[in-house]
């Protein structure tokens, strides 16, 4: 299969769960389609970034060699797919310590930003799972996590109920 052709063939679930599911484990199909990833036009970037949610879904472990261009890539100029789709994946894999502080910068900005709902909500719970070996981590996100609760989307409330109960209280010491 062309990767490429494939992602620019039709935008769809299927398609998408498709082309995953012939990447399978393969690290050099990975590989491929991390290369469109990040180099591709928008489009395919787009419609990457879709697929690596659903081939990591499976597979966590081929995003190991990528963490790093997958954090720094969330600081630059990148389409709401694939902030969602990068920070979906994250949130549910641990973070090597080299590469926490750069995560946490990332998230607190999207959180703290215009950023859509969905893309709040998993920085959230990337700040919350960083926040479990970090406590300081955890007292800011929960103070930025109640600034915002007033003025917040029902996906942020849902969100922030599950968290805050997760977090170090802002008032106990270390």
């Known amino acids: 299969m062309d990767i490429k052709a494939a ?3 039709e935008h769809s679930k299927t398609q998408a769960q498709r082309i995953a599911a012939y990447i399978g484990s ?3 199909q990975f590989r491929e389609l991390m290369l469109l990833f990040f180099k591709g036009e928008y489009r395919v970037i787009q419609r990457a970034a879709w697929v690596l949610f659903f081939c990591t879904a499976n597979y966590p472990m081929l995003t190991q060699p990528y963490l790093n261009p997958l954090i720094s890539n969330l600081e630059q100029p990148v389409s ?3 902030k969602r789709n990068t920070l979906r994946h994250l949130q549910s894999i641990p973070i090597p310590p080299n590469l926490q502080g750069q995560l946490a910068t990332v998230c607190f900005n999207f959180l703290m ?3 859509p709902v969905a893309i709040k ?3 959230m719970t ?3 799972n960083l926040a479990q070996s970090e406590p300081d981590l955890g007292r800011e996100l929960k103070i930025i996590i109640q ?3 007033p003025y ?3 996906g942020f409330k849902a969100r922030a109920r599950t968290i805050l109960p997760q977090l170090t209280p802002i008032n106990s010491l270390k």
Request: aromatic share 4%; net charge negative; charged share 15%.
């Open 147 to 149: 600034d915002q609760l």
């Open 80 to 82: 709401n797919a694939v």
């Open 152 to 154: 917040a989307s029902a």
């Open 113 to 115: 930003g215009s950023e």
């Open 26 to 28: 393969d690290p050099e």
């Open 121 to 123: 909500a998993f920085a």
């Open 7 to 9: 992602l620019l063939q």
């Open 126 to 128: 990337i700040l919350a």
